[in-house]
């Protein structure tokens, strides 16, 4: 399989499918299309139907959009947990999952994803803020209800955790203020080797857009 993504330092959809692959260690390649560059429209649309990054491809078949992925995954490697087994914490995991894919446009706007930010707030706003609290909510939901048995939403690392991961670098990079048992879950997740893979691997990159570099 062949994972195409854009520049690790900002490329949030990009992180997606990427951590969940090398965290559930699923074999794959990568390739890298620096976002906006002179070469980007040709270099993406040449395996893009809709332009954007992430992509999978794997043999004859391609998959866009970062949830359609993570399905395709999950059909494509039964029993390697990208999904909780529990149908209950499936059903609330998908759900959180989808909320992420289809919301919280506010947060995304203010404080887009950014590895090589060192913490740093900003002014947040209500719109942001509400983002926020309903994302912190759905953490400690997931956990109580369903993470007992280890760091993360559902206990051990799934598609949910994917799916928030650019918004772990958020909180982080921002400095958003969350409770103590938020804080916790992201430092599981700040914590993974994959996690450290990715954000060496942004601050090392030579790219820099401005709309991410200079949010104040
Ligand atoms: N809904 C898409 C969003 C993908 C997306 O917006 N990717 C950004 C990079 S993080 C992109 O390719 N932007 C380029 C553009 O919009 O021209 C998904 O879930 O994969």
Not at 27 to 48: G, N, T
Not at 74 to 99: I, K, M, N, Q, Y
Request: proline share 7%; with cysteine.
């Amino acid at each position: 399989m062949k994972l195409v993504i854009g520049n690790k330092a900002y490329s949030s959809w990009s992180l997606r499918p990427w951590i969940l692959m090398r965290v559930l260690d699923l074999p794959f390649e990568e390739d890298l299309i620096p976002l906006y560059r002179d070469d980007w429209v040709e270099r993406i649309r040449a395996v893009s139907p809709g332009g954007k990054v992430p992509v999978l491809i794997d043999g004859d078949l391609l998959v866009w959009e970062s949830l359609a992925i993570i399905e395709y995954l999950a059909e494509r490697f039964p029993g390697r947990g990208v999904w909780p087994v529990d149908l209950a914490a499936r059903v609330h995991a998908r759900s959180l999952a989808t909320e992420m894919h289809g919301g919280f446009g506010p947060l995304r706007a203010r404080c887009p994803m950014n590895v090589r930010r060192a913490p740093k707030p900003v002014v947040l706003g209500a719109e942001v803020e509400a983002n926020v609290v309903r994302i912190v909510a759905g953490w400690t939901e997931a956990c109580r209800r369903f993470g007992a048995e280890g760091p993360f939403l559902y206990g051990a690392f799934s598609a949910a955790d994917a799916m928030f991961a650019p918004v772990v670098s958020r909180f982080h990079s921002y400095a958003v203020d969350v409770p103590a048992e938020a804080r916790a879950y992201m430092q599981a997740v700040m914590a993974l080797p994959a996690w450290q893979e990715w954000v060496e691997a942004g601050r090392a990159e030579p790219w820099y857009l401005a709309e991410s570099d200079d949010v104040v």
